[in-house]
């Protein structure tokens, strides 16, 4: 397809191109040679009267032109593959999706665990693969590299569309057998206790560790773990303590021997809020998958503060 003199197909080595802005991997992904892809460039070159990409020593560097062209045209070709993939019928158990969702442990446990006992029964070719959330987690879906996010409501950027799905409140968990907690904790025993820290690769912080840094108090951390599962397994045997999501505190506390008991600190509730791309938005099977999320956290049980 050609508009105005320009060959469509052009438009996906362009977007290749401005992202690896390496002639030789740009060659890779588009699986051709070299050669051929230093003509194709040669032909943008021509059609915008612009260089595009100027070496500047060992690197290619965009010109101000194909900065200003990089994201249109990406979001451009994410819309035509959309709608190209959108079919006039929909059917679960012969979609062969696969997908890909950025969610913690926590998302994980509470509500992608019960989504796939029913894609096993409703739609057993759809396949999706969990992403760890990190400081690109909005960038992966605003690229088109994951099809869905699972993030506390705060963090949510403007580009994407957005609903809210489940609220949570904070617990504090210990080992069953911690005879030196009694059944409600001061503020002075809490802080002087040790702590376990869930903390993500990387600069992202949890809701709960920004939070905490806000309140003005100092902990003592001992044990810093990747996810939220591990928090009270890090506790058991010991006298350290954690803060976690209640949600996911009673649910392990039906595997491990943990007491779960109010948090001294004000703690506010967590919104998490479940989002995707614009262009996701009114494609067919990407419209079920957000119904199975809603159902999940309409089958969550109404949330109850420890008391």
């Known amino acids: 397809m050609r508009f105005q003199k320009l060959d469509l197909n052009l438009l996906h080595a362009l977007d290749i191109l401005l992202d690896e802005k390496n002639i030789t991997k740009a060659a890779k992904r588009l699986h051709l040679s070299q050669s051929a892809t230093s003509s194709i460039l040669g032909r943008l070159r021509e059609y915008f009267e612009d260089e595009v990409l100027v070496n500047v020593g060992r690197n290619m560097v965009p010109t101000a032109l194909a900065l200003s062209l990089q994201d249109p045209v990406h979001q451009l070709l994410l819309q035509i593959q959309s709608t190209l993939e ?173 007491r779960l008991m109010p948090v001294p600190i004000s703690y506010p509730k967590t919104q998490q809020m479940m989002l995707w791309h614009p262009y996701l938005e009114k494609d067919p099977v990407h419209q079920w998958l957000r119904g199975l999320m809603h159902d999940a956290a309409r089958n969550e049980p109404i949330l109850l503060e420890i008391s």
């Open 86 to 258: 959108i079919r006039p019928t929909f059917t679960p158990e012969q979609c062969d999706r696969h997908f890909r969702i950025v969610a913690s442990d926590y998302t994980t446990s509470i509500l992608l665990a019960q989504v796939a006992q029913r894609l096993r029964s409703e739609a057993p070719k759809v396949t999706f693969e969990i992403i760890q959330p990190s400081q690109a987690s909005a960038d992966y879906v605003i690229r088109g590299e994951a099809d869905m996010l699972f993030i506390p409501r705060g963090y949510a950027p403007e580009e994407l569309q957005g609903e809210l799905l489940l609220e949570d409140s904070f617990c504090c968990v210990v080992c069953a057998r911690n005879d030196l907690v009694g059944n409600t904790l001061t503020i002075e025993h809490y802080l002087a206790m040790g702590h376990v820290v869930t903390h993500f690769p990387g600069a992202l912080r949890t809701f709960e560790e920004l939070h905490f840094s806000t309140t003005g108090y100092k902990r003592r951390v001992e044990i810093t773990v990747p996810n939220f599962n591990a928090v009270p397994q890090m506790v058991i045997g010991t006298d350290r303590i954690g803060t976690m999501h209640t949600r996911l505190a009673r649910k392990l506390a039906n595997y491990f021997p943990i």
